[in-house]
Every structure is written in structure tokens, then in C-alpha cells.
């Protein structure tokens, strides 16, 4: 056929005569149970879904106009496609496409108040998914079957006579169904406090308090999303999205979806950071600085307890495995006693996951150096910070045990020029955990294992240099003030005893020796 001209008479005329194929639009309606309506037409064999052909008008409109015409139903709200369906003209004389959509009435449409057009329809019932498709004839079946599955995902499906279309490995991953990913942020400050967002919506039960984050689109990773709602709901454009810390997965449930989050920590902010923070988006109308009891408090019970195991996986370096807020076997942040197995009664958790749920404890190293004087040497990362013996945290993962740890830590924290004297073992100092660590949570216990570095001559103070980060404190005068800390202060004290004595190595609880 000639094509028209640019003239909107001619293009009307166009389409007035161009053939085309007929067309369908059919309801997939569910009741608060979750079973399907049918009817059965009484001008065919079989039951089928309400619905019926479309006239010159659009596939939405027709089909809300047939569901009033059929069953009374108004006011019912035309959702997503789920399908469509192509047959070629062999079948019935003519090309036709077939749509089927999802409809969701206004409340519950009990089947007595259904008005059924008793020259077209027979019945109408509501029957289980499993029993609507045995119902249905079967040049139907596949296509209602394809349009259920799509009702669970994300996806519309592309159907030939019932089938699937072929499509390319990218088009293939693109309609799988999958849960939806969502991302939160727990932002900490420099204060031990952790930031609740309240929104302008509702997180479940009437509160409108939560974490900052939302849903991870499809072109993103979930650090990705959580950067960019960082950026939409609280202006925060240059403070970078930290590591996972939890991840919490919901089953399909009232909005027919699974859902997976995914918790990053982010900070702590600084004072300049926190004071910036604004509400582009309008999302977010406050936020609220807290001590973690008071947020968790405040907080919805699955989104408390996101942020209660978050802040334990991140205080012990771990990621949380949580399933509705609820620690799994296996998970870092362990099991609550009352999911774990009695007394006598048989352990069935994996080996993996029982290495998992045991407790953590962090391991160190350090060394003991004086100088001819008798003076200690003591270090520090940063200004402000404690100061505290060379050494560090033990590389266990890698395969380092605690004398290689304090060897490269020495040269670490005193230069590449500084002597690496380890001597015998002076003690093992036992530090209980629950001391104040990130945003408020709790660190682990740890072992430090304390070496003697012995007595360094002039050649190697001087080695030393004098920068920031080095002092030599006189134990009887300059110990368990506030630079060193009390339990640095007794710690040094009872080696020195033991390098003096020079028996077996001694048992330490936070600095301080254990009576038998």
C-alpha cells in the first residue's frame, strides 16, 4: 500500500483501511487469598479469564469497559502487562494479539456482588492458580501460566501461540524474575552516633523512621545505588559508600516480591560532613543523631535490627546474614541461644556454619624496647590517639603468626632503619571484649602477645628519630597518664617485672597479671 502524505486527512484515511490484527485484553484479578477469577463464557467451551475483544479504542480502556459490561465491576485499577501472545491468521482466519493484564479492585469483590451478563457468562469463581489452569482450555493454558509467572518478576512476557519468544542471552537475563535489591546506608558519626532518617513515608506500623537508601536500579551495583540515593535523599556527594556490613533478605510478601538489602556502612562523617546535609529529593524531611540504643528504640523492628547486627559485623569485620532481620545459621553476628540446639540435643548445623557462629577474638602483637636510660618506647598512629607499644594486628589470614606480626610491625611503626630485636615472649594480655568501637558497637576480645625487644644501644635511638609518632616515657614517671592509658601503663609495668625476672611468660587481663 502507497504510505500517506504528511497530511493528518490523508493518514486518517491511512489507517482507516490498513489491515491489522484483532485484538483482546484479558483481567488476571486475584482475591485476598491469592485465587484467580474465572468465568465461563457461554459462547464457548471452557472457562477463561474476564476480559474480552477490543473495538477502536486502547487495550485499557477496553478492558475496563468489558469487566463493567460483564461483571459490574467499576473503579478497578488496570496494572502492568504481563503478556502478550501473537497468533498468525492460520489459527483463526485472522492475525490476533491477545494482552493479559493484572487488575487490582478497589478492596475485596466477593462474588455475590459480581453482576454477571448472563447472555455472555455462565459463572464466575475464584479457584487456585493450580485449578485455573486446569480449567482453562488448552490453547489458553500457556499463556495464562507464562502471565503468572511474569506477575511474580519484572518482566512483561513475549509470547507466540502460547510460547516464548526466543530472544538473545541479554534479553534472556533482563526478564528473569528475581527479587528486588534495595540498598541502606548506616552512617555513623565521629561521636559514636548513628543517623536515622525520618521519611515521608511510611516504613511499616505508622513510623516514618529508617535508614537512608532505597531501590537499586537495573544498570547499578548496590554500592553504586547507595551512592546515588546519598546524593538524591541527603545532598552527600563526596563521602564515599564504605564496606557491606549486612545483607537481609525478606520472602515475597505484600507486595508480591522478595526483597534483598543491602547495608553499607558510610563514615564517620565529619562535623563539616554531618552539617551539610540536606533534602534534595524531599524524600527525607529529617534526620536525627542518635546513640544506637536510642535508633533502635525509634526504629521499625526489621530495620532495628539491620542496624543492631550491622553494627556488630562492623565492629568484628564481618557481614551480617540476615533473613527478615533475623540472623541465619552461619552468619558472623552468631545466633541468638534461644535458636540454638539444647543440651543433649543433636547438633545439626554445617561444620562451615558452626566455625562461623563461633565467637571472634582479635590477635595482636607488640614489642617492649627500652632505651640505656630505661625508658620505654612508645608510639601512635595519629595525633590524639593513645600511645601504646609498637605493634599491630596479627595477619592470621594471611598466614602470619604473632612474632612475624611484631617484626613487621616494628618496622612499620619506627622505620625501615629501626632495629627488629624479638626476643622471648614477656606475656599474652587478655582484653575482655565490649570496648567502645565503631559508631558505638562493641569490638571483640583480643589477644596481644607482648616481646621483648631488649635494651637499645645509642646507635639505634638514634635510629629512632624524634618525629611525632615516637616517645620514650620513663615508667615511674610518665606511664598511666592520660597519653599512655591505664591499661598500657600496667601492661608495660608487669613486663618489665617479667624481662627483670626473667621467668616464663605471663598471663595478662587487661594489663594486669592473673592470680592463679
Known sequence: MTRPAADPADLSAYLAVHPAPVMAADALIRDETGRILLVDPSYKEGWDLPGGMVDDEEPVAALERELHEE???????????????????????????????????????????????????????????????????????????????????????????????????????????????????LITDGRGRVLVAEHSYDHGGGSPYGLPGGMVHAQESPRRGAARELAEELGLTEVPVGRLVAVDSTPARTYGRALDVQVFAVGPLTDEQAASIGFPDGEILAVHWLPPDEALALLPAQIGNRLRYGLRALAAGTVAHLEGGLPQPGSPVGVPSSRRPSPGEPDTTACADRRALRAKAFTAAAVLLTDPAGRVVLVRAAEGQDWALPGGPVDSDGGEGPREAARRAVRERLGPAAPVPVGRLLAVDWLPGGSAGCAGARFPAEALYVYDGGVLDEAAVARLGSGPGVWRAAPDRDLGGPPAGPVTAARVRACLAARERGAGALELAAGHPVED
Open 71 to 185: 461483571l459490574g465491576i467499576r473503579g478497578a485499577r488496570v496494572g502492568r502487562l504481563l503478556a502478550v501472545d501473537s497468533m498468525p491468521k492460520e489459527v483463526y482466519g485472522r492475525s490476533q494479539v491477545a494482552c493479559v493484564y493484572a487488575v487490582h479492585p478497589r478492596g475485596p469483590l466477593p462474588l455475590e456482588e459480581l453482576s454477571l451478563q448472563r447472555e455472555e457468562l455462565r459463572a464466575a469463581e475464584y479457584v487456585p492458580e493450580r485449578e485455573a489452569l486446569r480449567r482453562l482450555p488448552k490453547p489458553l493454558r500457556p499463556r495464562v501460566a507464562a502471565a503468572l509467572r511474569a506477575s511474580l518478576g519484572s518482566y512483561t512476557a513475549q509470547l507466540r501461540q502460547g510460547r516464548a519468544v526466543p530472544v538473545d542471552l541479554r534479553d534472556h537475563y533482563a526478564l528473569l524474575p528475581s527479587p528486588m535489591t534495595a540498598a541502606a546506608a
